[in-house]
Nanobody, 121 residues
Framework: VQLVESGGGLVQAGGSLRLSCAAS????????MGWFRQAPGKERDVVGR????????AYADSVKGRFTISRDNAENTVYLQMNNLKPEDTAVYYC???????????????WGQGTQVTVSS
C-alpha cells in the first residue's frame, strides 16, 4: 500500500492550498481515512477524518469551516482543501488510511510520506 501526498508549499496567510493523496495497492473503499499534521516540537494530530463509504467527514475544531476533505472515487484519491490559512497551520501534513482509535488518539495502519505546508504571516 502506498499513499502519495502532493500539493504542499509556501503560502501567505489568508491563502489556500489543496493537498492530494493518491492510493495505490489498496482502495479507500471501506476505510476511514484521515489527514494529520505535525508541527515542529508538537505531536501529530488529526486534522480531519473521512468515512469513504458514508461520505461523512469530521474536522478538528481548529480547522472547522476552513478545511474540507473531498474524494475522487475513480482516481482513488482524496483531497484536503485548505482555505484562509493561518501561520499556525504550518506543519507537515500526512495522509493516512485504515484509521483506528488507539489510547486517546487516532492512529492509522497506512501513512503517506508527508508534505510540508508553510504559511507566512
Amino acid at each position: 500500500v502506498q499513499l502519495v501526498e502532493s500539493g504542499g508549499g509556501l503560502v501567505q496567510a489568508g491563502g489556500s492550498l489543496r493537498l492530494s493523496c493518491a492510493a495505490s495497492g489498496r482502495t479507500f473503499g471501506g476505510d476511514i481515512m484521515g489527514w494529520f499534521r505535525q508541527a515542529p516540537g508538537k505531536e501529530r494530530d488529526v486534522v480531519g477524518r473521512f468515512n469513504w463509504n458514508s461520505g461523512i467527514a469530521a474536522y478538528a475544531d481548529s480547522v472547522k469551516g476552513r478545511f474540507t476533505i473531498s474524494r475522487d472515487n475513480a482516481e482513488n484519491t482524496v483531497y484536503l482543501q485548505m482555505n484562509n490559512l493561518k501561520p499556525e497551520d504550518t506543519a507537515v501534513y500526512y495522509c493516512a488510511t485504515a484509521l483506528y482509535w488507539y489510547g486517546n488518539n487516532w492512529s492509522a495502519r497506512y501513512w503517506g510520506q508527508g508534505t510540508q505546508v508553510t504559511v507566512s504571516s
